[in-house]
């Protein structure tokens, strides 16, 4: 195998960089946001409730306290400063990502199964559709891939790649049991499949049609029951989906933008809330050059082919269909309850894209679960400075003990 310096240098051109950074994306909606939130400060006090809009309860309307009305938006203003000052200092760092690609032993049309090398069991990591797999390579000292390949495994990672004209036909089934399969086949001997997200259901539905191939699962942030948090939230992405369809239309893909709308309904002061506490971090720290790290990742989105989000936007959030029994894949149900070896479950305690209550209803089907829940969030987990003791570690001391 060739040494990491001489693997090649892959980068798209329109890949996140200093001065040229486009999150938070979509930016409009967080700044939208932002400003209702610090405009409800002001909204929420007693005097001015009362003077506007005039008259609720037929008393007649008093004029908010000049002192009172002014701490309000003096706090309105501190808000709107922190979160403009983080945005420009993410997008001015000048932290660029040079990771090199490791080879890839197996190609087909935009999808490539990335070789990471080591020695003991291989271990396939299969990341969602909607972002792209280097989360799990993120950076130097935060990848969890090269760390594991110095641990006793050998990492494989599958990368989806970019939807072209043939991925944006495809449906769930079509990558699951067609093009994960067929990168399991290009791995001689038993694999460990390992999903992250949205990956880990596909991973799970692989793993259930391919009992002989895999011989352990791990299942790393990964949704199951997407009504247990707020089924309220759930329905209304899924409601969103007849006004995507006009979007879908153009190029039979959910856009990034469109999907990054759909999820901060989950959470919609989150990303507001980071890039304050952003503004007032060290930048040449070790927590500051994460933070921009994992933001160009989240940026560098991918769309997500039509069939697909249907599926997932109408299924698995609208009808719950995960955890009613009613996802098929090839014509068969997806159901946890028939698999029969190890899996390994990472519940993030303080994800908010995957809330805990939703991935726990799938540990407590599996009959050799092995669950931990440290308390970090969806990405840290992954890629966070406490990553290794958060979740490498664990994975990798249960690996060695499947041996």
Not at 25 to 39: F, G, T
Not at 254 to 260: T, V
Not at 338 to 350: D, E, N, S, Y
Request: proline share 8%.
């Amino acid at each position: 195998m060739l040494p990491w310096r001489w693997w090649p240098m892959t980068r798209r051109p329109e890949a996140p960089a200093p001065l040229s950074r486009r999150g938070p994306r979509p930016l409009l909606l967080h700044l939208s946001l932002a400003w209702m939130r610090s405009n409800g400060l002001a909204g929420a006090l007693p005097s001015w409730n009362s003077f506007w809009p005039g008259s609720w309860n037929g008393e007649r309307a008093v004029a908010p306290d000049p002192e009172e009305l002014r701490a309000a938006f003096d706090q309105a203003l501190r808000v709107d400063r922190a979160l403009i000052a983080g945005i420009a200092a993410y997008r001015a760092d000048p932290y660029v990502r040079e990771m090199r690609d490791p080879p890839a032993v197996w190609e087909e049309s935009e999808t490539r199964l990335l070789d990471y090398g080591g020695s003991g069991p291989a271990v396939l990591f299969v990341p969602s559709l909607i972002n792209r797999a280097y989360i799990l390579d993120l950076m130097e000292g935060g990848s969890m891939l090269r760390w594991l390949a110095g641990q006793g495994a050998h990492p494989y990672l599958l990368d989806w790649g970019w939807p072209g004209e043939v991925e944006r036909e495809f449906s769930l089934t079509d990558y699951i049991a067609g093009r994960l399969e067929r990168a399991l086949a290009a791995i001689e001997g038993p694999v460990v499949l390992a999903g992250y997200c949205m990956g880990g259901l596909l991973a799970l539905a692989a793993a259930l049609r391919q009992p002989g191939k895999v011989s352990a699962l791990a299942l790393l942030a990964t949704p199951w029951d997407f009504h247990a948090a707020d089924p309220g939230i759930a329905r209304r992405v899924a409601e969103a989906l007849p006004a995507m369809e006009v979007v879908m239309r153009f190029s039979n893909t959910l856009p990034i933008d469109a999907l990054n709308a759909l999820f901060t309904l989950v959470d919609p002061h989150g990303v507001g809330d980071k890039y304050r506490d952003f503004a007032g971090q060290l930048k040449d720290s070790a927590r500051a050059r994460r933070f921009v790290a994992m933001e160009d990742w989240l940026a560098d989105g991918v769309p997500l082919a039509a069939p697909v989000a249907r599926e997932a936007l109408g299924g698995w959030y609208g009808a719950n269909t995960t955890a009613l029994g009613r996802w098929r894949v090839a014509g068969l149900a997806v159901d946890p309850t028939r698999l029969k070896m190890p899996v390994f479950c990472a519940i993030p305690g303080r994800d908010r894209l995957v809330p805990a209550v939703s991935a726990r209803p799938l540990a407590a089907l599996l009959e050799q679960a092995t669950v931990i829940e440290p308390q970090v969030g969806h990405i840290g987990m992954i890629a966070g400075t406490h990553a290794q003791s958060a979740l490498w570690q664990p994975f990798a001391t249960w690996l060695q003990g499947l041996c």
